[in-house]
């Protein structure tokens, strides 16, 4: 938990940084010895820091000839203090920057048959890195002087200023400086600024931003976690409108002066309740002497807020009195009966399926309607929140029946009873976590994939929902859980979250496919890559990005790829009535996904070259794990229903036709939080991600239903073949239907699940491809179009055309 002292600096120094534009001294030496140690690559090196730590300006010269200008920009780095690189090609210029970030780069325009600056400017814009880098464009003096010329056109394309060429080195040194002063030291300034803003999102303590007139500026997302609202809710609006402050007029003075108050805020929450938080104000001012906006910093410590953040979890028993351990939560009293619960049950009633355990909540919940004594009600609450959780008779030995007195005894008896079974909730890293990786010491390699242009412009569109996995299937000859693999991990940082170098990364998707089964029509890698394209693009919802940090994001991402491996094309069923060694190795139980998980694992642990895990500490390998394999265990379909039914009960999003909020519910941000809840989502998030299909175009949809029909097929075949029971016997090649099959698996399997998830993320074109997948199936069991030689005809007639409608 990062304190009050850290973000008073962090805000103190924010001020500061705008108030005075004052730039640290340096102390920087040449390195000599760097001028040619790049000589290979075609860079030269130039400048570099001591053993000062302060920061230096970095200069890259693009030209690619020696000539008075490069010259002159050498010499007047050299004698500005500037590091400085040279590099003479379009690849080398993009390697060095790549390398190293460079502050300004100078391109040499004049003479594009020996390098094409325009080109290379376009290309390093084309890189997100560069939005804080300030590029030069060098032209001919000639060029300046005709009449008719313009600097527009090389302006449109990305350079921020255009030189004339000289051979002054006064004037470069001059050039240099303004561009430091005027460019380079105010986009400094904004990329301090949105560390800053990031490392506030990132932190534990309540902290909201306003203006002189104490209206709210900002507010980061621990304050809407803690309190329930949103930046839209609030923004705006005065801080102190629903949250009071005793001797309001005193803080006010004594901020307007320019001091920092310190004392306790009531706030008043979503859920109606009320939280007293202690804290602090402090006043910064980025014009004058007088305040112009107001930092409130508070510590959610006391009221257990972020326990995932420290990565440890707090026993009820361990909390003052009046607390527990969820997130957000300070009271059962704080909690109306009225509220959330009894929307989440009503809302269970729209569903097809019913599990004992709601109807159970459900006579609670009509209990509590009809009653008027309110310690019954708040009773009766408590016992919903037992019952809620997931398992229901997992012993808790009380203190006095395990502790014997004897130590020996004492840890035999506590071995015995732990299962090691519960869900680890992988701990949030703050800065001064010694357990997590350590980013700044991480070795990347800038790792690059070798890839097509076609694959390239293919895979910049990897996270939208109509993706084509299939032409990504075709141009990477049916390796597509590489290519788009390394896409996505780079997207979402799994190396640095890991802490692995992209290289090993790169190797383990390569191991993980190579044990895909290419024989398969479904089950093959092209399925892996497109669940995890899917699980990216469930990552991307903003719910999501609220609840989940980038180590759940790399656990999600990493169970994706892996959760299908070594799939043989049959079911578990067909596993066990075939006495197959997997089936007696897991006991029947679980076969498939037991062997995915344990597959996955033991091909991650057998070299170093391929083990992303290895720079993980202890527990939080043992977290990552266990969040792995509960989220390839939860694919399972056998227990799809029990998954579906706790996440409803748990979390309050389907729609209902008169609710004021146009048909959703917000969940309790506490309940959001819960780690086992989290486990929840996550669980979720890969089994719709699992059987996305129906929710993709049609053209996709048509082709992964025709290859999970084929797989079927061949079980079907193999088991009449072998006298074996027939699993699913409707699935005969010469008599099945491929759309009453679709139209059957959406209604009892798809629809429901979409709608609770769709809720729950906001991505509607889940549901709007659903409904026009599901109408599309209907039109062709009306016409006749049944047996898959039809299905695939009309794929075939889909193809040509060029498009997926189906008129």
């Known amino acids: 938990m990062w304190g009050l002292n850290f973000f008073h600096a962090l805000c103190t120094l924010l001020?500061?940084?705008?108030?005075?534009?004052?730039?640290?001294?340096l102390n920087l030496t040449r390195d000599k010895t760097s001028q040619h140690s790049l000589q290979s690559t075609g860079i030269q090196g130039g400048f570099s820091l001591g053993s000062f730590p302060h920061y230096t300006t970095k200069v890259l010269l693009a030209f690619g000839k020696d000539d008075f200008q490069s010259e002159a920009f050498w010499l007047a780095c050299e004698k500005l203090g500037y590091e400085c690189n040279l590099a003479r090609t379009k690849d080398t210029v993009l390697e060095a920057f790549h390398t190293k970030y460079h502050e300004i780069v100078v391109i040499d325009t004049r003479n594009p048959k020996i390098i094409d600056g325009e080109t290379i400017c376009r290309d390093l814009r084309s890189l997100k890195s560069t939005q804080y880098t300030v590029i030069v464009g060098v032209v001919r003096r000639s060029t300046t002087e005709k009449e008719d010329s313009s600097i527009e056109p090389l302006l449109n394309m990305g350079f921020n200023r255009v030189c004339m060429?000289?051979?002054?080195?006064?004037?470069?040194?001059?050039?240099?400086?303004?561009?430091?002063?005027s460019d380079v030291q105010p986009r400094l300034q904004l990329a301090t600024a949105q560390a800053v803003y990031v490392a506030l999102d990132k932190c534990g303590d309540v902290v909201h931003i306003t203006d002189q007139n104490l209206n709210i500026q900002y507010m980061n997302r621990a304050s809407e976690r803690f309190l329930g609202y949103t930046m839209k809710d609030v923004a705006g609006k005065s801080l102190l409108e629903s949250n009071s402050v005793d001797n309001k007029e005193l803080m006010v003075q004594q901020l307007q002066r320019g001091r920092e108050w310190e004392g306790v805020i009531s706030w008043r929450r979503k859920m109606g309740d009320s939280v007293v938080l202690s804290g602090r104000v402090v006043p910064v001012s980025f014009a004058g002497r007088s305040p112009t906006h107001y930092v409130f910093i508070h510590e959610s410590s006391n009221i257990g807020l972020d326990k995932r953040m420290s990565g440890t979890l707090i026993k009820n028993s361990e909390l003052p009195k009046g607390q527990n351990n969820r997130k957000g939560s300070v009271d059962m009293k704080s909690i109306s009966s009225d509220g959330l619960r009894r929307q989440s049950i009503a809302k269970l009633h729209n569903l097809s399926i019913e599990a004992p355990i709601t109807k159970v909540i459900a006579l609670i919940t009509s209990v509590q309607e009809s009653s008027t004594n309110q310690e019954d009600i708040q009773t009766l609450d408590k016992v919903v929140d037992i019952l809620r959780t997931t398992e229901l008779y997992s012993p808790q030995m009380k203190d006095d029946k395990t502790k014997t007195g004897d130590p020996v005894t004492n840890d035999l008896i506590g071995a015995l009873l732990s299962s090691g079974s519960a869900i680890t909730p992988i701990a949030r890293r703050s800065s001064s976590d010694s357990g997590s990786v350590t980013r700044m010491g991480l070795s990347r390699s800038t790792f690059k994939t070798p890839m097509s242009l076609q694959m390239k412009e293919l895979l910049d569109t990897s996270l939208l929902w109509d993706f084509d996995i299939f032409k990504l299937e075709e141009l990477s000859v049916k390796r597509p859980l590489v290519y788009l693999g390394m896409n996505l991990m780079n997207h979402f940082d799994v190396s640095s979250s890991l802490g692995c170098d992209e290289s090993v990364l790169h190797n383990w998707l390569v191991i993980i496919e190579m044990n895909y089964n290419s024989k398969n029509s479904y089950h093959t890698s092209?399925?892996?890559?497109?669940?995890?394209?899917?699980?990216?693009?469930?990552?991307?919802?903003?719910?999501?990005?609220?609840?989940?940090?980038?180590?759940?994001?790399?656990?999600c991402l990493v169970a994706a790829a892996a959760h299908d491996v070594d799939h043989p094309g049959k079911s578990s069923a067909f596993l066990c009535n075939s006495n197959h060694e997997l089936a007696i190795l897991y006991n029947d139980l679980c076969v498939l996904e037991s062997h995915h998980s344990a597959l996955a694992f033991k091909l991650t642990m057998s070299d170093d070259r391929v083990n992303i895990f290895k720079s993980l500490e202890r527990d939080v390998y043992k977290a990552v794990r266990q969040n792995i394999v509960d989220m390839i265990l939860a694919t399972e379909m056998t227990k799809h229903f029990e998954h579906l039914a706790k996440f409803v009960n748990v979390f309050s999003i389907k729609k209902e036709d008169d609710s004021p909020d146009g048909g959703r519910s917000s969940p309790d941000v506490g309940i959001l939080t819960a780690p086992e809840n989290i486990a929840l989502i996550k669980r979720m998030?890969?089994?719709?991600?699992?059987v996305s299909n129906p929710t993709r175009p049609v053209k996709m949809c048509v082709e992964w239903a025709v290859r999970i029909a084929e797989e079927y097929f061949n079980q079907t075949d193999e088991e009449k073949a072998n006298h074996l029971p027939v699993v699913m016997p409707?699935?005969?090649r010469a008599t099945c239907s491929i759309p009453k099959s679709q139209i059957g698996f959406m209604d009892f399997i798809i629809n429901d699940m979409f709608e609770t998830w769709e809720a729950f993320i906001e991505m509607p074109e889940l549901l709007q491809n659903m409904q026009h997948n599901y109408k599309f199936w209907k039109e062709k069991e009306?016409?006749?179009?049944?047996r898959i030689q039809d299905i695939i005809i009309m794929q075939r007639t889909m193809k040509a055309s060029g498009t997926g409608k189906t008129d």
Do not use: W
Not at 165 to 181: G, K
Not at 685 to 690: P, S
Not at 782 to 786: F, N, W
């Open 15 to 25: 001020g500061l940084c705008f108030r005075t534009g004052r730039r640290g001294s």
């Open 165 to 181: 060429e000289t051979s002054s080195l006064s004037q470069c040194m001059n050039e240099l400086l303004q561009l430091y002063l």
């Open 526 to 555: 092209t399925h892996a890559a497109d669940v995890m394209q899917a699980t990216a693009g469930f990552l991307e919802r903003e719910r999501l990005k609220q609840i989940l940090d980038p180590l759940d994001e790399a656990a």
């Open 685 to 690: 998030l890969i089994k719709c991600a699992d």
């Open 730 to 732: 409707l699935f005969d």
């Open 782 to 786: 009306k016409y006749g179009i049944q």
